[in-house]
């Protein structure tokens, strides 16, 4: 399991430690892992972009710490968007998870996103992977770092510096200039470059 220290640093970090991680759920179908290939990381009161820039409440308690933790948000009123908190307790911070490749039975995967054309459109994208792993509301808060959990983050390899690029974060409107979103070169399951828009006028773990 990835150990818990690893993700109490800033989000910048972190983030790039996630890439090469491996986030795995029990789901009905069977078990589901998949390779963490590009991740989007937040902040809290200086990132205007995060749900927690205005502090704490109710709904982005879990962004406060402990790390390790599950932040899960609907989007668009149609999907939902997994992150892991950051950072010490009481600091806010999360990183989105963007997209994976799938190391578990691709027959299952196939069976959890049948409508996905390539292998590489299983988990590319946020709402994508966290279908995928079949993430909602229910499971927010969950310890990751926890292998009794039914999501858990499984350290990778840490990857070579030379095989990380970063750029602007996907379909943000505010804080769109900051190049936090981190991503493995040549991987075919990063997600498309965005710019932020008025649909796109959300914040984000």
Known sequence: MLDRSELAIDVLPAAERLLGCVLEADTPDGTVAVRLVEVEAYRGADDAASHSHRGRTPRNAVMFGPAGHLYVYFVYGMHFCANVSCLSEGEAGAVLFRAGEVLSDPGVARVRRPTARTDAELARGPARLASLLGLGREDGGTDLTDPSSR?????????????????????????????????????????????GGKRSRRRTG
């Open 151 to 195: 999501v858990r983050l499984v350290a990778g390899e840490p990857v070579a510096p030379s095989a990380i690029r970063r750029g602007p974060r996907v379909g943000v409107a505010a804080a769109a200039e900051l190049p936090w979103r981190f991503w493995l070169d040549g991987s075919p399951a990063v997600s498309a470059y965005r710019a």
